[in-house]
């Protein structure tokens, strides 16, 4: 069996992301020993589901409150518009059973279920030039160890996890960088990714949803530069924001010169090149291009946003959990 599990899935409310996600949970071939979910306010769950209301919080401070009312030996993160595979806990367990491990995360695969701009969505992260090396979490990748993953899909020691003062972040998103550099660097445990830890993950509904995603996922990380360098003043992270800024200004010098202006249409013709080859073709022409565009609006939006989080000082505290998952999907 392994070591006990506690699933934890902090959410505003009651939605049908969430209870999809439940089923898949208390189906699990290996399952857990307790299902903890925190929402704003009571509901009926179904048998097998703790329900703990936190009244309107954060994302953090609601498993932070999951964790110190868990009994498990590894807390199992979970998003509410996320689901485990069957073997998800069984494959998890096999990899925690090894004592220099202290956390394990896996992809966060688009299901074929989304509607169609949620799939363009997932297109656009599926996309080598949109994550690089970050690609594995959205698809399956070959094992290896990492040091920072994401929150939908981690699981951790609890020990470890008590041990450095759990999330105890105001940031949203970014506190899963934060509780992973600690356990990698504090603790000097290992982190890691395994493919067969897969759960399918739900894409923002639109366009825009997915833009004001990638902006999000741009400020903190250009705060994070200066906040967590080791795990944040990375070259990728930086790429974004260096095309954005040859777009806004690099064709100025071409205002005087044939040969910046002949430079300047190369570089920019290449990186269309790159972004149509790089593109997945799936689901036919129309969602090919909206997710050849799409890749071009996320590089721009994050990059911007980017620059953004390296000039602040601070950033907001993290939202209410009225900026949930399911809210980003039905607002």
Request: proline share 9%; charged share 20%; with cysteine.
């Given at each position: ?40 306010v ?27 009312r ?30 220099s ?58 020990d ?24 990698t ?12 830890v ?5 894409r ?11 902006a ?36 100025i ?75 980003e999907?039905?607002?």
């Amino acid at each position: 069996m392994g070591p006990t599990v506690s699933i934890i899935i902090a959410v505003k409310e009651d939605n049908p992301n969430l209870r999809e996600s439940l089923r898949h949970c208390l189906a699990l071939d290996n399952p857990a020993d307790e299902i903890i979910v925190l929402p704003d306010v009571a509901f009926d769950a179904p048998d097998g589901v703790t329900v703990i209301p936190t009244g309107p919080c954060g994302p953090a401070e609601k498993r932070d409150l999951g964790a110190e009312r868990a009994s498990g030996e590894v807390l199992a993160f979970l998003d509410d518009d996320a689901y485990p595979v069957p073997g998800w806990l069984t494959h998890a367990r096999e990899v925690l059973a090894n004592p220099s491990v202290g956390g394990v995360g896996g992809p966060g695969v688009t299901p074929d279920s989304d509607p169609f701009t949620a799939q363009v969505s997932g297109d656009i992260y599926n996309s080598p030039l949109v994550s690089g090396p970050h690609v594995r979490r959205y698809l399956p990748r070959e094992a290896c160890d990492v040091d920072d993953w994401p929150s939908c899909n981690l699981l951790v020691r609890r020990d470890a996890f008590l041990q450095v003062g759990g999330f105890d972040s105001a940031y949203w998103p970014g506190e899963d960088t934060v509780l992973c550099l600690k356990i990698t660097r504090d603790l000097g445990l290992r982190l890691v990714y395994d493919p067969r830890v897969l759960v399918y993950h739900h894409r923002r509904p639109s366009l825009r949803r997915h833009l004001r995603q990638a902006a999000q996922y741009g400020l903190h990380r250009g705060h994070f530069v200066k906040r967590f360098p080791e795990t944040s003043r990375r070259p990728t992270y930086f790429a974004p924001t260096l095309l954005a800024a040859f777009l806004a200004l690099g064709w100025i010098p071409g205002l005087f010169s044939r040969a910046f202006r002949l430079a300047f249409a190369t570089i920019a013709g290449s990186y269309g090149v790159a972004v149509l080859l790089a593109t997945p073709f799936r689901g036919g022409p129309v969602r090919y291009l909206l997710a050849a565009i799409g890749t071009v609006l996320t590089h721009l939006a994050y990059g911007t946003w980017f620059i953004r989080g390296l000039i602040r000082r601070t950033l907001p505290t993290q939202p209410r959990m009225g900026i949930t998952t399911q809210e980003e999907h039905t607002r």
